[in-house]
């Protein structure tokens, strides 16, 4: 007989091993099945996020971002350094590490909160066979294949599949000159002339990894503005910070054909002038967004509904259009973010035990963990234009702020958008130092529907970046202190 629980969640990233978690706590038996291996061919939980993802690249943001400050900018604190050198094996082992830590973290959670783990993919059972399709009596019955198979069914199924990067057509990853983010995470040497198609949040947050370790860094992106979801003002601030570093980014080409050469890639595209050109690099790292990942759950058997980019349609809630079938994170709607495929695990873990699970789209942060950082929650001063909402703004720049300037990174700002009435906060943006943990408090604020006032009249320690905020939503009624 097969193994029964009340819940059985398919896939252990972020979306995944958080439902399965927050089911567990709430009395629920729980299983988590996650098909990821690790170099050993070991169980490597945590998905896209912990392996692939938000783990490696910030643990490489830092190696290297330490190698920039050592080798531009200790100077200006009167340190000396002779002979400055990078060794990519160690740097990319300790990367490796942050890795496994999160890895054996996510298992000693299933452990302390007696999820079940089943390292294989999971897959529906056929119609027909089984209770699938209906939901009713004990459940869906679900197929693992692992090391051993088994099959085990669940009253309710949470499915947190994630997404596999888009590639290019006609130009496949080999995870050898032509990268995904997997690839883009463990090239052995510093490439000389790097390449990479797609300026959104991995183009930039692995081409300053490179860039910083000295590769020529060349970003080809297809729309003529730099960061089109960013606030405008925030994006022409990065924007001219990235030049001043080096990274060198095209907008408006149309990309052609990719192709092997001799030294790595060479990539044919038309430059928004139209002309014809051709850039040559060793590495090429392809990041055009992702694509849903439904590969191997035999969807089709139970008909479970996609839409026609392959996301698993669910209602506001994540159910899917089967009885007691969830789903959740970057295989449905919305933003493709760990920390929002979390917020949706929990909620569909609450709403199974009748509880009402809640997330508010509308105060999802996004960070971008450059240099300076970029961080925003709410509309963007473009977005409130064109909904015709009256609106004020305040901006503060870091160069103003005393810590900022002890730190030695002044660049960026804060900006507040509030209500022209109300002075509710709209939306709050960040290009800075540390911006992705100054973030948290324009989210605290918006959750609870705060004012600019409200912020203006908080207390903030000093000298902090903090206060940069707390100038930018005095700013909003024309009062700064600083500036
Ligand atoms: P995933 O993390 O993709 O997890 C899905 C899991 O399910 C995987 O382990 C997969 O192997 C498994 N699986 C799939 N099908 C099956 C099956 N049939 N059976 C068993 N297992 C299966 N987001 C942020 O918020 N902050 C960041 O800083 C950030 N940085 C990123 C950097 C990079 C380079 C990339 C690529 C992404 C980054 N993201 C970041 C996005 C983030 O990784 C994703 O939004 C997040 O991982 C989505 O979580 P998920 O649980 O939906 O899916
Ligand atoms: P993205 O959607 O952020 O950026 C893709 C970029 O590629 C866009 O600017 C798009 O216009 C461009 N593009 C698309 N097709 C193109 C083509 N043919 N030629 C040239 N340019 C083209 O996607 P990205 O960077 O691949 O990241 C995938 C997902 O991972 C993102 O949706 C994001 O949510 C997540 N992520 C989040 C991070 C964070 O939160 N810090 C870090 C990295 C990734």
């Given at each position: 007989m097969s193994k029964q629980f009340d819940v059985v969640v398919i896939g252990g990233g972020p979306g995944g091993y958080i439902a399965a978690i927050r089911a567990a706590q709430l009395g629920f038996t729980t299983a988590c099945i996650d098909e990821w291996k690790n170099g050993k061919g070991g169980p490597a939980p945590g998905g896209t996020c912990t392996n692939v993802g938000c783990i490696p690249s910030k643990a490489l943001l830092q190696s290297s971002e330490h190698f920039e400050h050592a080798g531009h900018h200790f100077a200006d604190h009167g340190i000396g350094l002779n002979d400055l050198s990078i060794d990519i094996a160690k740097m990319l082992g300790r990367k490796d590490q942050v890795v496994k830590q999160n890895n054996d973290g996510i298992l000693y959670l299933f452990k302390k909160n007696k999820v079940t783990f089943f390292h294989g993919r999971g897959s529906f059972v056929?119609?027909?066979?089984?209770?699938?399709?209906?939901?009713?009596?004990?459940?869906y019955e679900i197929k693992v294949a692992g090391a051993a198979e088994e099959s085990i069914t669940g009253k309710h199924i949470i499915l947190a599949t994630g997404s596999n990067p888009r590639a290019l057509p006609g130009a496949a990853f080999d995870?050898?000159?032509?990268?995904?983010n997997d690839g883009a995470l463990r090239i052995p040497t510093v490439p000389k002339k790097l390449g990479l198609i797609g300026s959104g949040v991995i183009g930039l947050e692995m081409g300053s990894v490179w860039r910083r370790l000295g590769s020529d860094v060349t970003v080809l992106e297809a729309l003529p503005t730099f960061l089109g979801a960013v606030d405008e003002q925030i994006a022409k601030e990065a924007q001219k910070a990235f030049t001043k570093q080096g990274l060198k980014v095209e907008l408006g080409v149309q990309v052609g054909e990719v192709k092997a050469i001799a030294q790595g890639v060479s990539v044919s595209y038309t430059s928004a002038k139209g002309e014809a050109k051709t850039l040559d690099v060793d590495k090429l790292i392809v990041s055009i967004g992702s694509v849903p990942n439904t590969i191997g759950l035999n969807h089709e058997a139970v008909g479970l509904k996609l839409d026609e980019r392959g996301m698993i349609v669910v209602d506001d809630d994540c159910?899917?259009?089967?009885?007691?079938v969830w789903a959740v994170g970057d295989v449905v709607r919305g933003p493709m973010l760990a920390h929002k495929a979390e917020e949706e695990g929990v909620a569909v873990a609450e709403r199974i035990a009748g509880q009402h699970g809640h997330v508010n789209f509308n105060t999802i942060p996004w960070v971008i963990y450059t240099s300076p950082e970029i961080a925003w929650v709410g509309q963007t001063e473009q977005q409130l234009k064109a909904s015709g909402r009256a609106y004020k703004a305040g901006t503060f720049p870091f160069m103003a702020n005393g810590r900022a300037r002890a730190l030695g990174d002044t660049t960026g700002m804060v900006k507040v958008l509030a209500d022209?009435?109300?002075?509710?906060?709209l939306g709050v943006h960040i290009v800075g130092p540390f911006a992705s943990e100054l973030i948290s408090e324009a989210v605290v604020a918006m959750e609870f529907k705060a004012s600019a006032e409200d912020i203006a009249r908080i207390c903030h320690a000093?000298?902090?970046?903090?206060e940069a905020t707390k100038e930018a939503a005095l700013a909003v009624d024309k009062r700064t202190l600083n500036f």
């Open positions: 056929k119609a027909g066979e089984g209770a699938a399709s209906t939901g009713s009596g004990q459940g995870e050898e000159n032509i990268l995904s159910k899917t259009n089967l009885p007691n022209a009435k109300t002075d509710e906060i000093h000298p902090s970046l903090s």
